[in-house]
């Protein structure tokens, strides 16, 4: 390693809610930092699952939007000129190997070094289950959406809405108030969602299209013509729409903490009271860690963000004071 080489302090690795704030909060303390994420933006489930969604349980914000929590960590993750994390974004972390001085980290776009790792890699990369259909794949997030980026994009139109859960009920009754029509198809007649919300549903304006599949899907001039098949009959039925968003849920992939070798318990990241691994120097935060009585909500990972930082700064620094309050700041 040549001795103009930068080694960071601290990689933090998923810039979700929770990788955000202990950036910053590393940051605050001084330690030279980097956080990186594999998605284009930041924000983890909540920007790429609900960011039109009404958070409740954070301190300090009665209720708040999702994408609204994501843009206020934003603002504090760069507040201070000094101690500006370095962010990196559109890189996912494939390998942590350690060498003496603590480990190097490699993406697709190069290998950097830090002395100690805090994972914050949630479920781990995740994607939407997919229509097991074969479909023109250009359509994708132009008539057939997987992710509701803005809500008002469905503003005046005519929208199928596929999914039986909460998030597509939930969905439903979001799109009825600005679409000009919604309808929600199900291969099944009872819906999975929570009582009162399939209650708002069936007295909402949403057109309730059960039990049926998409059998297939062509483009017309306009938007979406469905080949809507009845569930175990051969009752077909067409739908003319401008646009489909499918809610059929989606999968978490974190199988990359098996490949770096770190400790697992329940298929998430085993860590002590300091939050700390088996592995010293690796720490995790947020729903990619276990211990007893966890509980995977965004509060908790806010908390467990200073305990690891701190234990860090200190490991890293021991002449420095713990814990440093914010409002010592000038
Ligand atoms: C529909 C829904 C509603 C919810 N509502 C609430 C609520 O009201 N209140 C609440 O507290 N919680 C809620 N949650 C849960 C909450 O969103 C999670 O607890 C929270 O997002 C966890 O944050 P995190 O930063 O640990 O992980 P995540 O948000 O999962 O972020 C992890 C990040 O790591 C990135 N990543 C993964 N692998 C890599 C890699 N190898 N390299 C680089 N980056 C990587 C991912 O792309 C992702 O951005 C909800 C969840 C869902 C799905």
Redesign the pocket.
């Given at each position: 390693m040549s001795e103009t080489e930068h080694i960071y302090d601290l990689t933090v690795?998923?810039?979700?809610?929770?990788?955000m704030f202990t950036a910053f909060y590393a940051g605050m303390r001084e330690l030279d930092t980097q956080l990186?994420?594999?998605?284009p933006e930041l924000?983890?489930?909540?920007t790429?699952?609900?960011p039109e969604?009404i958070?409740?349980?954070?301190a300090g914000f009665p209720q708040i939007q999702g994408k609204n929590l994501v843009t206020e960590l934003n603002k504090q993750l760069v507040q201070f000129d000094d101690f500006k994390p370095t962010i990196r974004c559109g890189?996912?972390?494939?390998a942590i190997d350690k060498y003496e001085g603590g480990f190097t980290i490699t993406t697709a776009k190069g290998q950097t070094k830090s002395r100690s790792v805090i994972v914050?890699?949630?479920?781990?990369?995740?994607a939407p289950r997919k229509l097991a259909i074969d479909y023109d794949q250009t359509l994708e997030d132009q008539k057939i959406f997987y992710f509701v980026h803005n809500v008002a994009d469905f503003a005046g139109k005519t929208v199928a809405i596929a999914g039986g859960g909460d998030?597509a009920i939930d969905w439903a009754l979001t799109l009825e108030k600005t679409a000009k029509q919604v309808y929600l198809i199900h291969r099944r007649d009872r819906f999975r969602g929570l009582e009162s919300s399939v209650k708002r549903l069936e007295n909402s304006s949403v057109k309730i299209v059960t039990p049926y599949l998409i059998d297939a899907i062509n483009e017309t001039n306009s938007g979406l013509s469905l080949d809507l098949k009845k569930a175990k009959a051969d009752d077909h039925l067409n739908l003319e729409v401008d646009d489909l968003l499918v809610n059929y849920g989606f999968t978490a992939d974190n199988h990359?903490l098996r490949d770096w070798g770190l400790p697992l318990e329940h298929r998430a990241l085993k860590v002590d009271t300091n939050l700390e691994t088996e592995v010293p120097g690796i720490y995790g935060?947020?729903?990619?860690v276990t211990y007893p009585g966890k509980v995977?909500?965004?509060?908790s990972?806010f908390g467990e963000a200073p305990t690891a930082v701190n234990h860090i700064s200190v490991a890293l620094y021991p002449e420095r004071r713990q814990p440093l309050h914010s409002t010592s700041i000038a």
């Open positions: 690795i998923g810039g979700g809610p929770v990788g990186i994420e594999s998605l924000g983890g489930q909540v790429t699952l609900y969604k958070i409740r349980d954070v890189e996912e972390v494939t914050a890699i949630g479920g781990g990369s995740f998030s990359v935060v947020g729903d990619s995977k909500l965004i509060a990972g």
